[in-house]
């Protein structure tokens, strides 16, 4: 995928809910749950590991202003931040993004063992 048909490389005026120098923050559009955050590098990188330090620095800011607009708009009681990095991991928008995605109480029956769910047989220890 390259920056003229990614998704990530031009976002509608109405997708961008904060943003920085380097990075913005839009809703997922297939939600994990209510609220579902991206946080997404302006320029067009496959990979967290192709960021830049002034990339990484922005994007981790980003996501602790993203989990205070979260918690001031609509009170979550805890999140999964998670990179899904390259196919087999599950990326399907080969543009770097990291999810955040709100967890409110009773959402499932056992939450325990959270991210370790990709592969769902190591989710319990």
């Known amino acids: 995928m390259d920056p003229v048909t990614c998704i990530f490389c031009t976002p509608g005026p109405d997708d961008i809910i904060l943003d920085n120098e380097y990075a913005y923050a839009r809703y ?3 939600p994990v749950s209510p609220r579902h955050l991206l946080i997404i590098p302006k320029r067009h ?3 967290i590991f192709h960021a830049t330090e002034e990339e990484i620095t922005a994007l981790w800011e980003l996501v602790r202003d993203a989990k205070g ?3 001031r708009n609509y009170s979550p009681d805890g999140y ?4 899904n ?3 087999p991991a599950g990326q399907t928008v080969i543009h770097l993004h990291i ?3 709100p967890r409110y109480s009773g ?3 056992d939450p325990e063992g959270g991210v370790r769910g ?3 047989e190591k989710q319990k220890y």
């Open 28 to 30: 997922d559009t297939y």
């Open 45 to 47: 990188i496959s990979s």
């Open 107 to 109: 959402d499932m029956v």
């Open 118 to 120: 990709v592969i769902p």
């Open 99 to 101: 999810h955040i995605i």
């Open 69 to 71: 607009f979260l918690d």
């Open 80 to 83: 999964n931040i998670g990179i």
């Open 85 to 87: 990095d390259g196919i």
